[in-house]
């Protein structure tokens, strides 16, 4: 099946500073790409669309001067985390549906952020 | 979205079939059955999906109700590595977001 990376894999990080997570599709296109946060013991949350070349879409409760998508080909998204504090510590995962396909929708290994 | 249900946790002994039940009575026509599972720590991984009819690849099976309210995943051989949480979720088509409910942690036991 085709690949999604994320980098980094794990981040520590101090509180009030920002944080970016990249998600590639390695071997194919997407123009559309998904953001989850997931804390221990939960389930996967969407928290924004990416969509390439235009603005991302949040989720309600989701701030979006927080939590900067910025989707600039059609292989990378990356999500900033502005200002990141403790409560931010959690597993953030992108997916991507590959662009003309239906069929399936491939995630990345997740993104481990921990925000001391 | 429609919503699943699914049972909070099952085990399965190794080398048997594992069934995952799920329950989605109020799935449109339009909308598909897919199962995702996710290893501890690491993003979902795909494993099948279906519309209505019965559906089999190298991983797992799909059976789903004539009346499409609800479905089962069917792991033939279960391996430890299956130990996961398995999520059930419908939807009009992965280019669509989705919407994860609480899934159901399979344990595979020797």
């Known amino acids: 099946g085709a690949v999604v990376s994320q980098h980094p894999s794990w981040v520590i990080c101090k509180s009030g500073t920002s944080v970016k997570i990249e998600c590639r599709s390695l071997d194919f296109q997407a123009t559309t790409m998904f953001w989850y946060r997931q804390f221990p013991k939960q389930s996967l949350m969407l928290m924004a669309t990416?969509?390439?070349?235009?603005?991302?879409?949040?989720e309600q409760g989701v701030e979006k001067d927080k939590f900067l998508i910025n989707h600039a080909s059609l292989t990378l998204s990356t999500l900033t985390v502005t200002s990141a504090h403790p409560e931010d510590s959690s597993f953030y995962i992108c997916?991507?549906?590959?662009?003309?396909?239906?069929?399936?929708?491939?995630f990345g290994p997740g993104t481990r952020l921990t925000v001391l | 979205d429609a919503k699943t249900t699914q049972p909070t946790s099952m085990d399965c002994a190794e080398g048997r079939a594992a069934n995952l039940p799920c329950n989605h009575s109020t799935i449109s026509g339009n909308e598909y059955v897919y199962w995702y599972r996710q290893i501890h720590s690491q993003g979902p991984q795909y494993i099948i999906h279906?519309?209505?009819n019965n559906e089999t690849n190298e991983m797992a099976s799909l059976i789903i109700t004539e009346d499409r309210k609800s479905s089962t995943l069917i792991l033939p051989h279960a391996t430890l590595r299956d130990t996961a949480v398995y999520y059930c979720?419908?939807?009009?088509?992965?280019?669509?977001?989705?919407?994860f409910g609480t899934g159901t942690r399979l344990q595979v036991t020797l």
């Open positions: 279906g519309l209505k």
């Open positions: 990416s969509n390439e070349g235009s603005k991302a879409t949040y």
């Open positions: 997916s991507a549906p590959p662009y003309g396909q239906a069929n399936e929708q491939f």
């Open positions: 979720i419908v939807n009009p088509g992965t280019a669509s977001k989705l919407t």
